[in-house]
T-cell receptor, first 112, second 117 residues
Framework: EADIYQTPRYLVIGTGKKITLECSQT?????MYWYQQDPGMELHLIHY???????EKGDLSSESTVSRIRTEHFPLTLESARPSHTSQYLC???????????FGSGTRLTVV | AQKVTQAQTEISVVEKEDVTLDCVYETRDTTYYLFWYKQPPSGELVFLIR??????QNEISGRYSWNFQKSTSSFNFTITASQVVDSAVYFCALTNAGGTSYGKLTFGQGTILTVHP
């Protein structure tokens, strides 16, 4: 049973549309992360948060934005989707233990 | 900065063969954790094993075993008697306990493993 939920699982959307990818966790974890995984497989950290009202950009520059208004919720938004945003987006959370990462099932986004 | 390198892009084996996935890492921190994840075609990341930097003891868990060597900064993963269900992408990952990389999980490029019947 998943403790971290991502919706939608798959999304096909037209260029220029605004989209929000949802990520919620029920474990009370302070730390949350967004990873982008291109079709070439490599996973890159694009956003992270260490608590409510805390958000930071990751190692890979991204046009997406995130917010952290509630501990359990870490949505990612693209204001104007483009084909270059086609990718899988994986959300993760971690509690106090440094190695205790939990990953969501991912959202596969296709922008046409 | 931290870095993880998986030099093997793709590996193809026949069922029941043993297969070793290589992982080399770079970090300046003395306290860190290393992981192996499996990603089946469905896309989710499945946690397999982890090791902290202070424990170089190698272990076997069922058909899985790992070889952690700090002297060569390597964390290799072996599947014994491979099965078709082992076919997936395997990722090695690293997280540090301090510095600017604190708490961030850095992944290698991934190795595609295909096990043929």
């Amino acid at each position: 049973e998943a403790d971290i939920y991502q919706t939608p699982r798959y999304l096909v959307i037209g260029t220029g549309k605004k989209i929000t990818l949802e990520c919620s966790q029920t474990m009370g974890h302070d730390k949350m992360y967004w990873y982008q995984q291109d079709p070439g497989m490599e996973l890159h950290l694009i956003h992270y948060s260490y608590g409510v009202n805390s958000t930071e950009k990751g190692d890979l520059s991204s046009e997406s934005t995130v917010s952290r208004i509630r501990t359990e919720h870490f949505p990612l938004t693209l204001e104007s989707a483009r084909p270059s945003h086609t990718s899988q987006y994986l959300c993760a959370s971690r509690g106090r233990v440094l190695y205790g990462y939990t990953f969501g099932s991912g959202t596969r986004l296709t922008v046409v | 900065a931290q870095k993880v390198t998986q030099a093997q892009t793709e590996i193809s084996v026949v069922e029941k063969e043993d297969v070793t996935l290589d992982c080399v890492y770079e970090t300046r921190d003395t306290t860190y954790y290393l992981f192996w994840y499996k990603q089946p075609p469905s896309g989710e990341l499945v946690f397999l094993i982890r090791r902290n930097s202070f424990d170089e003891q190698n272990e076997i868990s069922g058909r899985y075993s790992w070889n952690f060597q700090k002297s060569t900064s390597s964390f290799n993963f072996t599947i014994t008697a491979s099965q078709v269900v082992d076919s997936a992408v395997y990722f090695c990952a690293l997280t540090n306990a301090g510095g600017t990389s604190y708490g961030k999980l850095t992944f290698g490029q991934g190795t595609i493993l295909t096990v043929h019947p």
